[in-house]
């Protein structure tokens, strides 16, 4: 198990705040499937969905999805002009998200900010970026 230090952090967290979070631990056909359409995507990401699943991390601190996403999924391409290359996998639940460039092979989550309209880079791999939201960091 690659998350086992964050799944228990998480878990007697919860219990500690008695917040309650319900997360979806994805199949291996479902993991095949993401790995299919996007073969970049980073191998922490993919282990992250198998071992704690998609859902969210603590009291609306953030929200992982069972699949990767743009703008166009969400209806919000006609305001937003992003990549289409650019995918993401999360968000904060204020309008900003977290994602990748799945034309690179390249572990590094990008955020996308809603009150600038940018793009940021964050240099944190998935699991470095999780880890802080988790508040393991």
Do not use: C
């Not at 500690?16 to 994805?26: A, G, H, M, P």
């Not at 743009?70 to 309008?95: A, M, Q, R, W």
């Not at 990008?110 to 393991?136: G, V």
């Amino acid at each position: 198990m690659k998350f086992h230090k964050e799944l228990a952090f998480l878990l007697e967290s919860e219990k500690l705040s008695q917040v309650v979070n319900e997360r979806q631990k994805l199949s291996e056909h479902e993991l095949h499937d993401i790995r299919r359409i996007y073969p970049n995507i980073p191998n922490d990401f993919i282990n992250y969905l198998k071992e704690i699943g998609a859902g969210n991390i603590g009291k609306s601190q953030f929200k992982i999805t069972n699949t990767l996403y743009d703008f166009s999924d969400i209806g919000l391409d006609e305001i937003y002009n992003i990549p289409k290359n650019i995918k993401f996998f999360g968000d904060n639940f204020s309008g900003d998200f977290a994602g990748f460039d799945v034309s690179q092979i390249k572990d590094e989550v990008i955020e996308f900010w809603h009150d600038s309209n940018q793009l940021y880079h964050t240099k944190k791999t998935f699991r470095e970026y999780i880890r802080e939201k988790i508040l393991l960091e």
